[in-house]
């Protein structure tokens, strides 16, 4: 796993080549602040917490092709992982994400009773994801699937989706 091509490094060369007919250049959506675990799509994008949102959203901002985005709410509140925005009023031609930063969620929506602390994330990422098949085409995937990986292992081998926008 650690000497081949990192699953989060074959998102770019994938958007590139479906995104190549788009006249103005294309987006790629992000579903989580941008960090390790985050498909490789402009330099720095691994910067985590440890700097302020606004440095790590100006990257984001500044980047050229492909641009990337996520989206933001207009009443200047946090961005939350997995929002159905992202989907239904950002609409990138791309979404890009790796399974580090669904599986939590993932799993516990799988409960029989979720606990009440994760409520709300449960419902996003439900709402989240029946837009993203509504909307998406799975184009790639990258790495293993499922629950069947230690997750420290998921540090170096990611699985990695990328969604393309249905036409």
Same mark, same amino acid.
């Given at each position: 796993? $650690?000497?081949?091509? +990192?699953?989060?490094?074959?998102?770019?060369?994938?958007?590139?080549?479906?995104? #190549? @007919?788009?006249?103005? !250049?294309?987006?790629?959506?992000?579903? #989580? %602040?941008?960090?390790?675990?985050?498909?490789?799509?402009? /330099?720095?994008? @691994? $910067? !985590?917490?440890?700097?302020?949102?606004?440095?790590? $959203?100006?990257?984001?901002?500044?980047?050229?092709?492909?641009?990337?985005? /996520?989206?933001?709410?207009?009443?200047? #509140?946090? *961005?939350?992982?997995? +929002? *159905? /925005?992202? &989907?239904?009023?950002?609409? *990138?031609?791309?979404?890009?994400?790796? %399974?580090?930063?669904?599986?939590?969620?993932?799993?516990? #929506?799988?409960?029989?009773?979720?606990?009440?602390?994760?409520?709300?994330?449960?419902?996003?990422?439900?709402?989240?994801?029946?837009?993203?098949?509504?909307?998406?085409?799975?184009?790639?995937?990258?790495? *293993?699937?499922?629950? %069947?990986?230690?997750? +420290?292992?998921?540090?170096?081998?990611?699985? &990695?989706?990328?969604?393309?926008?249905?036409?």
């Amino acid at each position: 796993a $650690m000497t081949a091509t +990192d699953n989060r490094e074959k998102v770019l060369p994938i958007v590139t080549r479906y995104g #190549s @007919t788009a006249p103005s !250049g294309h987006t790629v959506g992000l579903i #989580s %602040d941008p960090w390790f675990w985050s498909p490789t799509l402009y /330099r720095n994008i @691994t $910067m !985590g917490p440890m700097y302020p949102l606004e440095v790590r $959203m100006r990257l984001m901002r500044d980047t050229g092709h492909p641009k990337v985005v /996520r989206y933001l709410p207009n009443d200047g #509140s946090k *961005p939350e992982p997995y +929002d *159905p /925005r992202l &989907v239904t009023e950002t609409k *990138p031609d791309f979404i890009a994400y790796s %399974d580090f930063e669904t599986i939590y969620v993932e799993r516990v #929506s799988k409960m029989a009773r979720v606990p009440d602390d994760f409520g709300a994330d449960v419902e996003r990422y439900k709402a989240f994801r029946s837009a993203l098949e509504s909307n998406y085409e799975l184009v790639a995937q990258f790495g *293993p699937s499922g629950n %069947d990986m230690v997750e +420290d292992m998921r540090y170096v081998l990611p699985a &990695v989706y990328v969604w393309k926008r249905k036409l």
